[in-house]
């Protein structure tokens, strides 16, 4: 009757010689992160604040799908 999809993701990303411009780095909050602007989640520079990002990402959800009572498809 319902349905459940479960879904996993991971990335990392490198620069060459280990430098890598702070655009490039994975920004958490926005569509990633519910609740949250885009890049307002993750380490922040302790001067400007301003968002940091990181080199990595790991995320994951679940969505469960099913009719509710007296609701069908015709």
């Known amino acids: 009757v319902g349905e459940a999809t479960v879904?996993?993701?991971h990335d990392?990303?490198?620069g060459v010689g280990d430098t890598l411009p702070v655009y490039e780095h994975f920004m958490g909050g926005?569509?990633?992160l519910?609740?949250?602007?885009f890049g307002g989640i993750g380490?922040?520079?302790r001067i400007t604040e301003d968002s940091?990002?990181?080199r990595y990402?790991?995320?994951n959800s679940i969505e469960m799908r099913?009719?509710?009572g007296g609701m069908h498809k015709p």
């Open 57 to 59: 990402l790991l995320g």
């Open 12 to 14: 990392a990303v490198n």
């Open 30 to 32: 926005g569509q990633d």
């Open 66 to 68: 099913f009719p509710l």
């Open 34 to 37: 519910r609740g949250f602007s």
């Open 43 to 45: 380490p922040r520079d």
């Open 7 to 9: 879904v996993a993701r």
């Open 52 to 54: 940091l990002g990181g």
